[in-house]
């Protein structure tokens, strides 16, 4: 396995760096999180932190609006930024002699930002950002199912009840006031990681970003962590259906997990593998193959780092299955996976596929960045982008199991179907 | 107003040139061509098979079946069931992927250096004792016909089905999916997978990638140890002669509650070996190939009207459609075709702006190193070179040539590949809702049609 060269410095500031140099093809990748997500939302606001990351790029006292995505595009670059739960990042990858000006545009923006805001660009923004909505959500097949799996997880008032793309009603009564409120509160290098991956000189590289950086202020004023804590199981099956314009029915099943980091997190992860991925895995096998009752699986853990993380998994029906027959067998491989835990031969499979696709993705300048600012945001521990092959590894049978046993219970699970709607009236009724 | 920082835009330091990776490139005895790529500092191996058995070379009968045939390589071999196969190659952390596009079939894998000859064995074993197992083929198609549900609920995917369809006249098979339709792939029986694999799936017209960590030497002798026994030569694709329906005109396809519409705005395009693809390719770019392109600007940050805007062409063997793309609210669907409609009529009308001539130019050939980080993106940057018989030097001058294109070859593209009285207006939405704010539009003849 490659060792990812780490550098770490940090500001008088409080900014975090992290460089890692990698010489082989000459560009560079810049990735900056802030430890802010739609979890510090408040009520009312919902999808504010993600409308706020579309802000970014609406042009500083420095850059006319589209101006940042024009800049980067001419340089020969690529960019882009997205928002979940627990964070907000923005990255670039340019070729490397561009270095500077992506840097520059990440500190100039995190500098300049609220003078060139105005009220126009806000609303501009918001009906992009419905329009993100309505495309992603609303006019998707299943396009509401990890909205619904949120709510159905966590409590309300729970900072994690609601999904980051938010509501259509908070999203119109996002002000102004809002947006340099968030970015006083929430923009500032102390709050920040940022990575420098790829054909770059240490040295040299770190002097531009103390150029640029530097003379940004941090901010001590930051409100108390949002209170994620919550029971690890929710202490009931909960079930709701949902009647939708899609072909086919689908059925999920999601449990609350301990959170990623965790040892009982990888011990999951080793599970998803196990029950989902490849053409071998349990429920592609038995469901897809052998029994014939879906037409794909998906499993896949939400990494999230407080409270209570993800489990999911999804089956969609083939024509004429049953739901009720098909949530059973599904149901049935998790449990059978759970009393007698996998083999010598599935965790080598799974072992070797997760390996072959880390060296994959760390091939990815923008993927090794993200990975470093990761662990350095959520963590203060870049240095486990090395360790991960290490700690799947390390997962053996019996932790699997236990894992499994303690989290992924009748009594701890959501169980979320969506069957097609008879005309055209797709609505939601919610079951035992 | 107080400012932080430095308010100067850094300059560029000099550049360090990058240089795609040399290949060679082998001939084996039984007609197929090897090529190998070996990149310094790749830690990873990407094998890639491909074959003129694509959905060009399948009878339009049997339209589906180079898909169909390609899925069902990895149900295994006549030695390893589905099951087996699946084990035998993910114990070695390899996926093998198999599928088909219009062009071409491609079987492959990735794996660490050390699998390299396994991983090979297995791949050689698929392509030439392949199982066809009855069942497994049922399996498959049946997915294959649910999968064409699942699609066609999704609007995006709908639009881009209806698009061609409508776009092409019923003698050209790209009206279709690549996949076929289930009409099409509902008569296909095993014995069709049996027959196209055993006249197209053959050496003399296919060719071999390994790019990454290995040794040439031992790279040509595995692909020799393991294909050379392979043998013949398949009669290879089809000659396709696009067609347009032809006429200006808009097509409702109704979806009744979509809260968007997805548009598709466009005519026949350009194929692979068009003298113009590069000043096509730089005048997409600006027009609609990059965040700052006109349409997206247009559309989206000044409007407000969608989440994204785009245009390109699709070039293959023969035109693939030229399109421009958004998925806007269901309210602005009649100004937003009036708004693509627009901006596609000017390309042609004057030659770009000087910037944003340098900047689509910038931007293409900035990002050209981009394209090549990893290892399966070298594999994948042959696939053209092999299925088009470009010159082997086609990525060493792939810049100079879009460098080449100034202000006149990029109108001159426009004004011929961008033809206002041809442009099919596609919209999959609410019909209710939109049909008369278009009607009123008076761009062309409006027709609502069901969703399939």
Not at chain 1, 237 to 266: K, M, W
Not at chain 1, 321 to 326: G, M, T, V, W
Not at chain 2, 39 to 54: K, M, N, P, Q, R
């Amino acid at each position: 396995m490659p060792h990812i060269p780490i550098e770490r410095h940090t500001l008088p500031n409080g900014l975090r760096v992290i460089l890692s140099p990698e010489r082989r093809t000459p560009i560079v990748g810049v990735n900056l999180w802030y430890d802010v997500g739609s979890k510090h939302e408040r009520p009312g606001k919902t999808g504010f932190a993600h409308l706020f990351e579309h802000m970014m790029f609406q042009g500083t006292a420095n850059v006319a609006k589209g101006e940042h995505f024009s800049l980067v595009q001419a340089a020969g670059g690529t960019l882009n930024a997205s928002t979940w739960m627990d964070r907000t990042n923005y990255f670039e990858t340019v070729p490397s002699h561009q270095l500077e000006l992506a840097l520059w545009l990440e500190a100039d923006r995190l500098a300049n930002l609220l003078p060139a805001m105005t009220q126009e660009k806000l609303d501009n923004q918001r009906d992009v950002v419905k329009n993100e909505r309505r495309w992603a959500v609303d006019n998707q097949p299943y396009g509401t199912w990890d909205e619904k799996l949120q709510e159905l997880l966590y409590p309300v008032g729970h900072p994690y009840h609601h999904s980051t793309i938010g509501s259509m009603d908070d999203l119109s009564a996002a002000s102004l006031d809002d947006v340099g409120e968030f970015f006083a509160t929430y923009y500032a290098p102390d709050n920040a990681v940022l990575s420098v991956v790829g054909d770059f000189e240490p040295a040299g590289a770190l002097a531009m970003v103390e150029r640029h950086f530097g003379p940004i202020p941090a901010n001590h004023r930051r409100p108390p962590v949002p209170d994620t804590e919550i029971e690890p199981l929710i202490g009931a099956e909960i079930r709701e259906v949902v009647s939708d314009r899609v072909p086919l029915p689908r059925v999920y099943a999601a449990y609350r997990i301990p959170v990623f980091g965790t040892d009982a997190f990888d011990a999951l992860e080793v599970a998803v593998d196990l029950l989902g991925t490849g053409r071998a895995s349990r429920l592609y096998g038995r469901l897809v193959r052998e029994r014939q009752l879906a037409q794909d699986v998906t499993v896949m853990a939400f990494p999230i780092v407080s409270g209570a993380a993800i489990f999911s998994l999804w089956a969609t029906a083939r024509p004429g299955i049953d739901h009720e027959a098909l949530t059973e067998a599904v149901l049935g491989e998790v449990d059978l996976l759970t009393d007698e835990g996998p083999s010598d031969v599935e965790l080598e499979r799974v072992q070797n596929l997760h390996a072959a696709g880390i060296e994959s993705g760390q091939e990815r300048i923008s993927e090794r960045a993200d990975r470093l600012s990761m662990y350095a945001c959520l963590f203060d521990q870049p240095e486990r982008a090395n360790s991960e092959v290490a700690r799947y590894g390390a997962v053996d049978a019996d932790r699997v199991r236990s894992a499994m046993a303690a989290s992924l219970r009748a009594d701890n699970r959501v169980l979320l179907t969506y069957l097609p709607a008879e005309g055209d009236q797709p609505g939601t009724e919610q079951a035992a | 107003m107080s400012e932080l920082g430095n308010s100067n835009r850094p300059a560029p330091s000099a550049p360090r040139p990058y240089r795609f990776p040399d290949f060679t490139r082998h001939g084996l005895d039984n007609g197929l061509t090897v090529w190998l790529v070996p990149i310094a500092g790749s830690s990873l191996t990407s094998v890639h098979l491909l074959i003129d058995a694509g959905a060009a070379a399948e009878d339009e009968l049997r339209g589906g079946v180079a898909s169909l045939t390609a899925r069902l390589l990895v149900t295994g071999t006549r030695r390893l069931d589905a099951a087996a196969f699946a084990a035998a190659t993910e114990r070695l952390g390899i996926e093998v992927n198999s599928e088909s596009s219009w062009d071409s079939s491609r079987a492959g894998f990735q794996s660490l250096p050390q699998h390299l000859d396994a991983g090979m064995a297995l791949l050689a074993e698929m392509v030439q004792q392949p199982r066809f197992d009855p069942d497994e083929f049922s399996r498959l198609k049946a997915e294959r016909l649910a999968a064409i549900l699942q699609m066609r609920a999704d609007a995006g995917s709908l639009a881009d089905e209806s698009f061609v369809k409508h776009l092409y006249d019923a003698g050209t098979p790209y009206r279709r999916l690549a996949g076929g339709t289930p009409e099409m792939v509902e008569t296909l029986v095993v014995d069709d997978v049996r027959a196209h694999h055993a006249a197209h799936h053959r050496p003399g017209r296919a060719h071999l990638v390994i790019a990454g960590a290995f040794d040439p030497d031992e790279a040509l002798r595995l692909a020799e140890q393991h294909l050379g026994g392979w043998s013949g030569s398949g009669p290879g694709h089809r000659t396709i002669t696009p067609a347009a329906t032809g006429g200006r005109r808009v097509v409702i396809v109704d979806r009744p509650g979509s809260v968007q519409s997805e548009l598709r705005i466009g005519l026949v395009g350009i194929d692979r070996f068009d003298p113009r693809y590069f000043s096509a390719a730089i005048m997409s770019t600006y027009l609609g190939g990059s965040f700052g392109s006109r349409i997206n600007r247009r559309l989206r940050e000044e409007l407000g009207y969608t989440y994204g805007a785009r245009c390109g062409f699709d070039p293959r063997r023969a035109a693939g459609p030229f399109s421009a793309a958004a998925a806007v609210q269901t309210e602005v669907s009649a100004p937003a075709i009036a708004e693509l409609l627009v901006l596609l009529e000017a390309a042609g009308a004057a030659p770009p702006a000087t910037d944003e001539l340098r900047e689509a130019q910038d931007y293409q050939i900035g990002v050209f190193p981009l394209r090549f980080e990893t290892t399966g993106g070298i594999a994948a940057a042959i696939e053209p070179i092999a299925t088009y018989d470009l010159a082997d030097d086609y990525w060493q001058t792939y810049r100079d040539r879009l460098e080449a294109v100034d202000a006149a070859a990029a109108q001159q593209a426009a004004v011929e590949l961008i033809r206002p009285a041809e442009l099919l207006v596609v919209a999959v939405g609410d019909a209710s809702a939109i049909r008369a704010d278009i009607e009123a539009l008076g761009v062309g003849p409006v027709e609502v049609v069901p969703a399939p």
